[in-house]
């Protein structure tokens, strides 16, 4: 895919409006992040494994972080898509393994439409209508998709089970005997 950027940054935090980070090869084999937006296009100079972490380390955690909890959540640890952050419904799912150079990221959110090329690839259609082809097959991108939809899924119910879940009260009986004197400089008065 060849890059019209309307500007150059020197970073990048994913948000609502990102479609996709995609690679953007240099003159001097250096690697830089081609970005996706609803209605922009511009390039950031970190590679786009770095703009993927960097935007998990602003919702709170890390690339290594996500990934575990993605492995918790529904147990993929291969090309595992990642919740760069799950109250913002931010999803993304990776083309190749997060190590290759050639590997793009791709917004769960944005994705209306796929459809096998001719050779092999798959052309991805976004909610705004533009169109982007991906160096895998539409059978793979399928099924990141849908790991995707599963993690999505599984972190949107949890949340909400959360939300539903009540304290339980500890019988009277059940109660761990208190310390007369309080561990801290503080008083504090506990009624029974």
């Not at 793009?104 to 796929?114: D, P």
């Not at 009540?166 to 008065?189: C, F, G, H, I, W």
């Amino acid at each position: 895919m060849k890059f019209k950027p309307s500007r150059f940054v020197y970073d990048y935090i994913i948000n609502r409006k990102t479609m996709a980070i995609v690679p953007v090869l240099t003159v001097d084999n250096r690697i830089l992040s081609g970005i996706l937006e609803e209605e922009d296009t511009l390039i950031a100079l970190p590679r786009p494994y770095e703009v993927v972490d960097q935007s998990c380390r602003f919702h709170g955690s890390s690339f290594e972080g996500r990934k575990e909890g993605t492995r918790e959540l529904i147990g993929i640890t291969h090309k595992a898509p990642i919740a760069i952050s799950s109250t913002e419904s931010l999803y993304f799912l990776s083309t190749l393994s997060y190590t290759r150079r050639e590997c793009s990221w791709i917004s769960h959110f944005h994705v209306t439409n796929t459809k096998a090329t001719p050779h092999n690839n798959v052309l991805i259609t976004f909610m705004n209508g533009q169109s982007f082809e991906v160096g895998i097959s539409k059978t793979s991108f399928d099924t990141l998709l849908y790991r995707t939809a599963h993690l999505r899924s599984e972190s949107e119910d949890r949340q909400k089970r959360k939300l539903l879940q009540v304290s339980r009260t500890v019988n009277k009986q059940d109660l761990p005997q208190l310390a007369s004197e309080p561990m801290y400089p503080y008083k504090a008065k506990w009624e029974t």
